[in-house]
């Protein structure tokens, strides 16, 4: 692997983690996945890991330096979650769950709010963030807490809000309530100090969830709790607008979350198969449990690439991430629920039992965890419908002259990124989104370099996504009635993951990606093999001889002891099992 690659900030703070960490299969470590499901069976928090990344500055890494953060890129920080992520998902919500306020405080709080909250976090603490209420769940425009003036001075508070991530011990909360009747104008944020549970306010007992056990989502009631006008965020009528803008960048961190459930669910089917046989055939070499686990590596490969090309794109192009961070998202969560199935069906019943078969239960915590991630933001359906309405416009962009500029600067693993500016977060991406609009400047070029490499096949598999991503405009256009639109928006995210795979092999082509050779076809055909399928609305098995290579190249970075990534990470080492006392 190239030297510079893997002194990349992403790969030497990831890899200090694991350090920090240690072997997670040490099943006598409390940061390991033994402890992990032991506190799982518990619904326990995750004290002390969360305490020894505290520790080490972790929950800093997305707090900006003028905050006394330490943020420096999204990638960075994408890479550092997924790593811890990996041994427990609930190290992600249990450190950084601020994540969703810091940026609405970013976007418009006073410095007093931004210093009140940044020292809230610095210390550990936590700052909820209220948005959703039972009753409306997605439809936010429907929500009826409400914000009504005092005649004594500020604001009376009614109503409850639902799900607050660590709503159990949140010392502060930014809360969206009505404020007006109509329309995204008519709501308003507030940042409240709720430590000692005063007088109007209340948290319900912990809100038990399949995922995350452990982490107290809670709802929280208001009862005309009083409200100071120093309380008030930004301007009357700005809560939704800077909400819905800070969730684009909360989609981007929990993509860490999924990869994270994915890395270790599908090192753990690759243990299991390789030390299975079926007669005296190793399971791993069987036609069927290969093609599953291809078909897994594959989605896994393809996440990686989509999720790391959102955490550099929000950098470049923040303005267009209404539509790009949604179609991640999409395309992330949904390609880790598959890699869930296909590792599912190769440990069978092992996958179901409770403290038992691989992982001793570790399997079934990874399942309820990533269908937690998927849907922490919002609902699947929630989120193509907001963005389907602009597939019209943005499927029928062009790409300008800077395309293939666009391209290296996001998807070289080596280029800067510019500085992260979260004003130009958008509710409208204006018709844009760069990364399927600069296929057309990379397909044809790309096509011709794996062609002349003999990888014939992924020139094929090149060329129908250029004709994809070209008919587009046109499926938009006799896209019928909503349903029509959302079913295109799912087809969009999956071709803009294949995209993201292209580029990123495009602008890396001399680079060993993925533990490969320099320009190595084989990851990328297994990637566009799977999301073509899914594109289409297929089942991957049916692509599965373009897939097949994606096994031999996960297998490979597991006997490396690297992560299912881009990015070289090199994991922790694993001790040896200790061999069994003889026998008197």
């Not at 979650?81 to 427990?88: N, S, Y």
Request: hydrophobic letters at 45%; glycine letters at 10%.
């Amino acid at each position: 692997m190239s030297a510079l690659v893997r002194e990349l900030p992403a790969v030497v703070a990831a890899e200090e983690v694991e350090r920090l960490l240690g072997d997670p299969y040490d099943d006598t470590g409390p940061y390991g996945f033994a402890a992990a499901v032991a506190r799982d069976e518990r619904d326990a928090f995750p004290e002390e890991l969360c305490a020894v990344l505290r520790g080490a500055g972790f929950h800093l890494n997305y707090l900006p330096k003028e905050w006394g953060g330490g943020f420096e890129s999204f990638d960075r920080c994408m890479v550092l979650v997924r790593t811890a992520a990996r041994r427990d998902l609930n190290v992600m919500p249990g450190t950084m769950f601020g994540i969703t306020a810091a940026t609405c405080l970013a976007l418009h709080g006073s410095p007093p709010q931004q210093r009140y909250a940044a020292d809230v976090l610095r210390r550990g603490g936590a700052v909820g963030f209220a948005l959703s209420e039972a009753e409306h769940g997605s439809d936010l425009l429907a929500n009826t807490a409400r914000l009504e003036r005092d005649p004594a001075g500020g604001w009376r508070l009614t109503g409850e809000k639902w799900l607050v991530g660590l709503g159990r011990r949140c010392e502060a909360v930014y809360l969206v309530a009505r404020t007006g009747e109509r329309g995204p104008g008519a709501f308003s944020a507030v940042l409240l100090d709720v430590a000692g549970d005063p007088v109007g306010f209340a948290r319900s007992a912990p809100v038990r969830c399949g995922g995350m056990r452990g982490i107290d989502f809670a709802h929280l009631r208001f009862d005309r709790f009083p409200v100071p006008e120093a309380a008030l965020v930004g301007r009357v009528g700005q809560g939704l607008e800077a909400a819905v803008k800070a969730q684009q960048v909360v989609r981007v961190m929990s993509m860490a979350g999924s990869l994270g459930c994915g890395d270790t669910a599908l090192r753990l089917c690759l243990d299991f198969a390789a030390g299975r046989r079926v007669g005296r055939t190793p399971l791993t070499e069987t036609p069927y449990t290969r093609r599953e686990l291809a078909i897994a590596a594959a989605a896994l490969l393809a996440a990686d690439a989509t999720a790391l090309a959102a955490a550099r794109g929000i950098h470049a192009a923040p303005e267009v991430f209404s539509v790009w961070g949604c179609a991640a998202k999409h395309a992330v969560a949904e390609a880790t629920e598959e890699l869930m199935r296909r590792c599912a069906g190769v440990l069978a019943t092992r996958s179901v039992l409770r403290g038992e078969g691989p992982g001793g239960g570790l399997f079934q915590k990874l399942q309820r965890d990533a269908a937690l991630v998927r849907v922490v933001d919002t609902s699947t359906v929630a989120n193509l419908r907001s963005f389907a309405a602009q597939l019209p416009a943005v499927t029928r962009a062009a790409a300008g002259e800077e395309a293939a500029e666009f391209v290296r600067t996001v998807f070289d693993l080596r280029a800067p990124l510019p500085p992260y500016e979260p004003e130009r977060l958008d509710l409208n991406a204006r018709g844009r989104d760069p990364v399927t609009a600069a296929l057309p400047a990379v397909a044809r070029e790309a096509s011709a370099r794996l062609a002349a490499r003999g990888a014939h096949r992924a020139a094929g598999l090149v060329d129908r996504l250029a004709a994809a991503v070209a008919g587009l405009a046109g499926e938009a256009a006799g896209a019928e009635g909503a349903t029509g639109l959302v079913d295109l928006a799912e087809r969009f995210a999956w071709l803009h993951a294949a995209a993201c795979c292209l580029h990123l092999w495009w602008a890396n082509s001399e680079l060993p990606l993925y533990g490969a050779e320099s320009g190595s076809a084989e990851w990328l055909g297994g990637c566009l093999g799977f999301l073509l399928a899914r594109a289409d609305g297929a089942d991957p098995r049916r692509a599965a001889d373009a897939q097949l290579p994606a096994f031999d190249t996960a297998a490979a970075l597991h006997r490396a002891g690297l992560l299912f990534s881009a990015l070289p990470v090199r994991l922790a080492p694993r001790r040896p099992a200790p061999h069994p006392a003889p026998r008197p």
